[in-house]
Structures are given as C-alpha cells and as structure tokens.
C-alpha cells in the first residue's frame, strides 16, 4: 500500500491542494458539531427519565429500615444503596460509603486527605519534599488535573494493550517512598478502552513499593459500560481488591464508581469502597465535613435499578445507543485513513472513548483545523499529564454525545483535518 510518505513532492501537493478545496467547502458549511467530552446523548438520558418520578410521596421517601430520607442523617449511604453499589465496585457493602453525584469529588478529597492527614497512620503527604504520582498515558484529563492542581509532580508511565507498563510501575515505586499514588481506569480505559489483564491487577497489588502508603486510585468508572451484550464480547476485570488482599497489601486501593453513565451525569450517586480499616478512616474524616449525601437520590437509584440484573439490562438499552456510534467511527477511520499512514487508533468493546494516534506532531494542527471547520474535539495533549504529550500524536475521539447523523459529518470533517496536516507536515 502506497501511504503519504511514499508520495513523491508533486504528488503530495497535489494531494494536499485536493484536502485543501475539500476543506474549504467543509468550512463553507457553517457546521457546529462537537466530540469533545465523553457525555452520554439526549437518547440515553432520556432512558432514566422514569426514575424521576419514584420518589414523590412522603411514604416514598422511607429507606428499607424506616429511615425518613427527608432527614439529616446515614453519613456512609442507606444500606440498600450500598447492596446496590457493591455490584459496581464489587465491594462487601460494609467496606462502601456512598458519596454525592460525582465520583470525581470523592478522588478529589481522598487525595486531599492523605495530603492533610496521612493515611492509616502515616506521615500526612504534605510534609514531603515533593509528592509523585504515577500516570499511565494517555489517561483521563480530569485525573490530572486534580494532582496538578495539590501539587503533585506527574509522572507519565506508557499505557500497553494490557494497562500500565509494569516494569516501569514497578521500577518507579520501588525507591522513591515519595512516589504516592497512581491513576487507573482500569476497564474500558479513558480514553484508550483498554481493560488491565489479570497479570497486571495482580502485579499492582503485590508489587514492592518504597512508600508504605502507597495507594491505588482504581477509577472503575466504566466498569458496566460494555458495548455487547454477549459476556463472550464483553471485558473481564480482576478484583483489585481480592488481588491486594492476597498479597498481603489489604489497604493499598481505593475503589471508585458512579452512576454518572447509566443515570445522569451531575445527578447519580457514587462510592468508594476500600479495606475495612481505610473505611473507618474515611467515615471519620468525611463526618466532620458532611452530615450526609443525598438519601433520596440514593432510593431513586435503587428502586430503579435494584440490582445488578436491573443494571445490566439498563446499560444494555446505553448499548444498543452507543454501538453504531463506536462502529461508525471505527469504519469511518478504516475507510478515510487506510491509505493515509501513521495513525492508528482503538476499537472498545466498552467505555466512552475511541484513541486516535495521529502522525508525530500533528495532533495540535488537527484538532486546530477540525476547530476552525466547525468541530470541536477534546484539545490536543489533554490525555497526558501537565497537557504535554511529548509527540504531539494522541487524540481522544468522544462519540457518544453527537446524534449519529453529526458523528459521520464530524468524522468526514476529522479524516480531511487529519490528512491535510500529515500533508502539510511531510511537505514541511
Ligand atoms: N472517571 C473517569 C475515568 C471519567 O471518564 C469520568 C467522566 O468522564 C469521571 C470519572 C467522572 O465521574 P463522576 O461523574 O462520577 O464524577
């Protein structure tokens, strides 16, 4: 197959003054599109419109054990919610406290407590030095952003087909007792889909660290997030929890998930769940800042999904939205770019993302041009700590929020940005 690199100059410029009419006419279109965060569609917000309307009455707002859920009260979450959530975190109920309607909150503040407090005992974090953190890239921008914003310096460790490179992890922490944390999402990576192999849960949990209070961060956000109904077709994740118990490091996780994707985004519950002893920890220090989340949202949840054969068929209805938008892209990005070289990207079987890696030192142009035809994507570098992706290559494809007619004009509008530059780059 010839690619662009093969082209000779003369050919490749006549190439590039094609993409450049084509783009020009795609301007001339005045489009507003957008591909920019990973938001579920109106459709698929619209599938949990009937859980609005289970908790009306007074009668209604009583828990399982006769809690009035009108009240103060209930600090870690109604037991029914946390039964509920241990589908998702895959937790015994009493390890999980349910939180507010992010997820990300709960991060947020498990990293500032073990700033403030330490954790289980040891030296509060801010009184090192300098704090580290190990980042698998590409990797959630939000993630980073929290580490960023306490201070904590980034260190970017390569993602593989099978999650963090694990030499690496292993390398950075087993030194360094300043080496803190680590982001994972651990299914259905954001944004490259991928799904850590048991060797890499297990290699986690057991590895040698220098910091005896290293933890985990295991974002599970897009742990029932499949694509496929068939479980043949569908990722399977080892417990982290399970694994750390096994080797002898019961405290090192942190487990997060919400309802942000299978209800509303801004309007679900969450949870941590983690080791009995790092719960009481928690419960402690989030009782002086709270007297208790939200307990209606917590029954509306529960009487709507109920269990975990009511989510699974929630999120099987999310499926059957976002399955041609993720097939869409992929098959547009096979179909525009076979004969272009030098890119690559994923194709999930879950989650909210799609991977592109365009040509070195082109993704800023990219997601610039797609900008100025109308298309706004995630900014180029987002997937990687500080913003700084080094080659200049990844961008995160978010499909989901695009009624399907928008995501195929958007993908004509991406594939052209895409060529012209990698044109514009080989031509100097
Ligand atoms: N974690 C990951 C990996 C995400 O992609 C997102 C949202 O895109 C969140 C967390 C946010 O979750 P929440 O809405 O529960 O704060």
């Known amino acids: 197959?010839?690619?662009?690199?093969?082209?000779?100059?003369?050919?490749?410029?006549?190439?590039?003054?094609?993409?450049e009419t084509q783009y020009a006419e795609i301007k001339a279109r005045g489009l507003a599109l957008n591909m920019a965060r990973g938001k579920p569609g109106a459709d698929q917000l619209d599938l949990s419109m009937p859980m609005l309307s289970l908790v009306t009455t007074a009668e209604d707002c009583r828990a399982e054990d006769g809690t009035d859920c009108r009240?103060?009260?209930?600090?870690?979450?109604?037991?029914?919610?946390?039964?509920?959530?241990?589908?998702?975190?895959?937790?015994?109920?009493?390890?999980?406290?349910?939180?507010?309607?992010?997820?990300?909150?709960?991060?947020?503040?498990?990293?500032?407590r073990c700033l403030d407090f330490?954790?289980?005992?040891?030296?509060?974090?801010?009184?090192?030095?300098?704090?580290?953190?190990?980042?698998?890239?590409?990797?959630?921008?939000?993630?980073?952003g929290v580490t960023e914003a306490f201070g904590i310096e980034m260190i970017p460790v390569?993602?593989?087909?099978?999650g963090p490179d694990m030499d690496e992890v292993e390398r950075l922490v087993a030194d360094d007792a300043s080496v803190k944390g680590i982001w994972c999402v651990p299914k259905y990576s954001n944004p490259g889909g991928v799904t850590y192999s048991d060797d890499v849960v297990r290699r986690l949990a057991a590895m040698e660290c220098a910091a005896d209070d290293f933890r985990i961060f295991w974002d599970n956000a897009y742990c029932v997030h499949h694509l496929y109904d068939d479980a043949a077709d569908q990722d399977q994740l080892l417990d982290i929890g399970a694994a750390c118990r096994e080797a002898g490091n019961p405290d090192r996780y942190f487990k997060f998930a919400s309802t942000s994707k299978v209800t509303h985004p801004g309007a679900g519950i969450s949870a941590i769940a983690a080791s009995p002893d790092n719960i009481a920890e928690i419960k402690k220090r989030m009782g002086v800042g709270t007297i208790g989340y939200d307990k209606l949202n917590q029954l509306r949840h529960v009487k709507f999904l109920h269990d975990a054969e009511g989510l699974a068929a929630h999120m099987a209805k999310h499926a059957a939205i976002l399955r041609p938008k993720f097939e869409l892209v992929v098959s547009k990005l096979e179909e525009g770019l076979a004969d272009v070289g030098g890119c690559s990207w994923s194709s999930p079987r879950g989650g909210y993302f799609v991977s592109f890696?365009?040509?070195?030192?082109?993704?800023?142009?990219?997601?610039?041009?797609?900008?100025?035809?109308?298309?706004?994507?995630?900014?180029?570098?987002?997937?990687?700590?500080?913003?700084?992706?080094?080659?200049d290559s990844n961008i995160r494809?978010?499909?989901?929020?695009?009624?399907?007619?928008?995501?195929?004009?958007?993908?004509?509008?991406?594939?052209?940005?895409?060529?012209?530059?990698?044109?514009?780059?080989?031509?100097?």
């Open 158 to 162: 390569p993602m593989t087909a099978e």
């Open 397 to 428: 494809i978010a499909p989901t929020l695009p009624p399907l007619d928008e995501l195929d004009a958007a993908m004509d509008v991406f594939v052209c940005c895409v060529k012209l530059a990698l044109a514009e780059k080989l031509l100097g």
């Open 71 to 112: 009240n103060y009260g209930v600090l870690d979450g109604l037991p029914e919610a946390k039964r509920f959530m241990a589908c998702m975190v895959e937790e015994a109920p009493e390890n999980i406290v349910i939180g507010g309607n992010s997820s990300l909150s709960l991060m947020y503040e498990a990293v500032a």
């Open 118 to 144: 330490g954790t289980l005992g040891s030296t509060p974090w801010c009184q090192y030095e300098s704090v580290k953190w190990l980042c698998p890239v590409p990797g959630y921008d939000r993630h980073f």
């Open 1 to 19: 197959m010839t690619t662009y690199a093969d082209l000779s100059t003369d050919e490749l410029g006549a190439r590039k003054a094609e993409l």
């Open 357 to 391: 890696d365009a040509p070195e030192g082109t993704a800023k142009r990219i997601v610039s041009l797609a900008k100025e035809a109308g298309v706004t994507m995630t900014g180029a570098g987002a997937t990687w700590p500080y913003k700084q992706d080094p080659r």
